[in-house]
C-alpha cells in the first residue's frame, strides 16, 4: 500500500522561504508524477505543481514565479519550495500521485499545515 | 484556466435518500474530470475518474456522469458515512482546477 508523508516546519515567518518533505513508501517513486495540493483553513483545494521522477516539471502559473518542487529519487522523496510567503499561503499542504502528467490524484499524504506568522 | 463550478454549494438530505451534485467547467474537458470525498480535518479521497470510472474500493452506490462541460456524481442511497464536502477536479489541462466544493449535510 502506497503511503505518503509529509513533514517540515509548521510555522514560517512572512517574506520567508516554506519548506515541506514528502517520503514516498510503499511503493515505487518512478514512472509516476508527484504533487503539491493545498488548502486554506475553510476554503478550497488549488494545485500547486508536479515533477516527475527524471526531474521535469510544471507549476501552476499563479504561483510559478514563487515555487520549486525537486525529488530525491535514492531518498523516495520529493520536496516543495515556496520562496516570499504571505498570511495568503497560509494553509494545509498535500502531498499526492498521479500515474500521467494531466491525470487524477489516486494518493493523499494526510496533509500538513503550515502557518505564516511573525 | 479552466473554471469549475459546483452546486449547489451545501446539500441537506436524510439518510436514504438519493442526491445528485452537479459540475460545470468553463470549457470542453472531455471526460478528464474526477470527484473526491473530503471529511473534516482528512485528505480528499478519489470516488470516480475519467468521469464515470468507479475507484477501486469505493462503494457502488457513488456513480459519476457527463462528458464535455457538464457532470455529475450521484449517490444512490445515503448513508451516514456519506456526509462529507465533495470535490470535482479537471485534469484537461494544466494548471489542474477543482470546483468550490459541495457539503452534504444531514437534513
Known amino acids: 500500500q502506497v503511503e505518503l508523508q509529509e513533514s517540515g516546519p509548521g510555522l514560517v515567518k512572512p517574506s520567508e522561504t516554506l519548506s515541506l518533505t514528502c517520503t514516498v513508501s510503499?511503493?515505487?517513486?518512478?514512472?509516476?508524477?508527484w504533487n503539491w495540493i493545498r488548502q486554506p483553513p475553510g476554503k478550497g483545494l488549488e494545485w500547486i505543481g508536479n515533477?516527475?521522477?527524471?526531474?521535469?516539471?510544471n507549476y501552476n502559473p499563479s504561483l510559478k514565479s514563487r515555487v520549486t518542487i525537486s525529488v530525491d529519487t535514492s531518498k523516495h522523496q520529493f520536496s516543495l519550495k515556496l520562496s516570499s510567503v504571505t498570511a495568503a499561503d497560509t494553509a494545509v499542504y498535500y502531498c499526492?500521485?498521479?500515474?500521467?502528467?494531466?491525470?487524477?490524484?489516486?494518493?493523499w499524504g494526510q496533509g500538513a499545515l503550515v502557518t505564516v506568522s511573525s | 484556466d479552466i473554471q469549475m463550478t459546483q452546486s449547489p454549494s451545501t446539500l441537506s438530505a436524510s439518510v436514504g435518500d438519493r442526491v445528485t451534485i452537479t459540475c460545470r467547467a468553463s470549457q470542453s474537458i472531455s471526460t478528464w474530470l474526477a470527484w473526491y470525498q473530503q471529511k473534516p480535518g482528512k485528505a480528499p479521497k478519489l470516488l470516480i475518474y475519467?468521469?464515470?470510472s468507479l475507484e477501486s474500493g469505493v462503494p457502488s452506490r457513488f456513480s459519476g456522469s457527463g462528458s464535455g462541460t457538464e457532470f455529475t456524481l450521484t449517490i444512490s442511497s445515503l448513508q451516514p458515512d456519506d456526509f462529507a464536502t465533495y470535490y470535482c477536479?479537471?485534469?484537461?489541462?494544466?494548471?489542474?482546477?477543482f470546483g468550490q466544493g459541495t457539503k452534504l449535510e444531514i437534513k
Open positions: 475519467k468521469a464515470s
Open positions: 499526492t500521485r498521479t500515474l500521467g502528467m494531466e491525470d487524477y490524484f489516486d494518493y
Open positions: 477536479q479537471q485534469y484537461n489541462s494544466f494548471p489542474f482546477t
Open positions: 510503499g511503493g515505487a517513486i518512478s514512472s509516476y508524477y
Open positions: 515533477i516527475y521522477y527524471t526531474g521535469s516539471t
